[in-house]
């Protein structure tokens, strides 16, 4: 059972209702029991239900609030597994679908560029380190009291008495950190000036950046999480979410940024050298004047190389609800 379901149990009032119910018709039971006539059963027994109707009414309370609370705890499970079930199977589906198809959508435009001007690279930089050190806290408390009494007899005495009191402290602090930074030289954002064409035919530049593969990587791993985190850490929906953010990351996350960085440097040293660099053409979504976000690339005749998945994010929406619709019944992510 989930977290969120378990939530709805009241287990001990339910324990503590039927308790008292059978202590209550336990009590009934003696004067039936140990009575001489039927009429001074009846008499007792009477007296007995007025006596324990306390008794009664808490019992029935505590057990209908415990039953109720199963109720509910079952069936917000029943639901979430269901929603869970169908989660799993879309995700499935996702993940059998080639990684070509995140790489493509209505927002990306093919370019078709003259030359490299510049090439730069970005590596990624992960820092490891170790802080160490002290923590050191004073406080002191002040108080005050003022009592009065008064012997109201030889053997009692009334009294009152009023106690204030503050507390008041400082920390101090004292930390010292060692850390090295290495850059991840497998792990390089790209950033590359083109030389192009406009629409009347004039000379013009194209500025093409792309993240690198790690940084999409956990593009696409935080946005499964967020999904997850949604549905909550406490459901067998967000759990089963949770488990696919690194299948689906590795599954369409690219691999050819550093690829296609090498590949554009050595483009640009051959035009240097006044050799006959090979064509590229370069598909990408606009982020500004003369400015793309790289999705894919392709040099001379080899294959696409995979830059961006700009379709992922609506490939997860479907793919989640298309989830919720299946879900018997239909489920909606809480806001």
């Not at 109201?152 to 602090?173: Q, Y």
């Not at 194209?206 to 593969?213: E, G, I």
């Not at 064509?279 to 995979?306: C, F, H, N, Y």
């Amino acid at each position: 059972m989930c977290g969120r379901a378990r939530r709805q149990l009241h287990r001990t009032a339910l324990t503590l209702g039927i308790i008292f119910l059978v202590v209550a018709v336990i009590l009934c039971a003696l004067p039936l029991i140990f009575a001489n006539t039927a009429s001074g059963a009846l008499t007792g027994l009477g007296m007995v239900v007025f006596a324990t109707s306390g008794l009664w009414i808490i019992g029935l309370v505590l057990l209908i609030v415990g039953v109720l609370g199963e109720l509910k705890a079952r069936r917000i499970n029943r639901d979430d597994w269901a929603t869970a079930v169908s989660l799993a199977a879309h995700a499935d589906q996702l993940l059998a679908q080639p990684r070509a198809s995140a790489y493509s959508s209505g927002a990306v435009i093919e370019l078709d560029p003259r030359r490299v001007l510049e090439v730069e690279r970005h590596f990624d930089e992960k820092t490891a380190g170790e802080a160490r050190g002290t923590l050191m806290h004073q406080f002191s408390m002040f108080g005050q009291s003022f009592g009065i009494g008064y012997a109201a007899g030889n053997r009692t005495s009334i009294g009152a008495a009023v106690h204030s009191g503050a507390i008041s402290g400082m920390s101090d602090v004292h930390l010292s950190l060692d850390s090295t930074t290495r850059h991840d030289l497998m792990g390089d954002a790209l950033f590359a000036l083109f030389e192009t064409v406009d629409r009347s035919g004039s000379a013009d530049t194209l500025r093409v950046t792309a993240l690198s593969n790690g940084a999409v990587h956990e593009w696409i791993h935080a946005l499964v999480t967020q999904t997850a985190q949604r549905f909550g850490m406490d459901t067998h929906s967000g759990v089963t979410i949770q488990s696919y953010a690194g299948p689906l990351a590795s599954h369409f996350g690219p691999a050819d940024v550093s690829y296609l960085s090498d590949r554009l440097h050595l483009a640009l040293a051959q035009d240097k050298r006044g050799e006959q660099a090979p064509s590229i053409q370069v598909d990408g979504v606009p982020s500004g004047r003369g400015a793309i976000v790289a999705t894919s690339a392709r040099i001379g005749g080899a294959d696409d190389l995979r830059i961006f998945p700009t379709a992922f994010p609506a490939m997860w929406g479907q793919t989640v609800g298309g989830a919720l619709a299946a879900a018997v019944p239909p489920k909606e992510i809480a806001g």
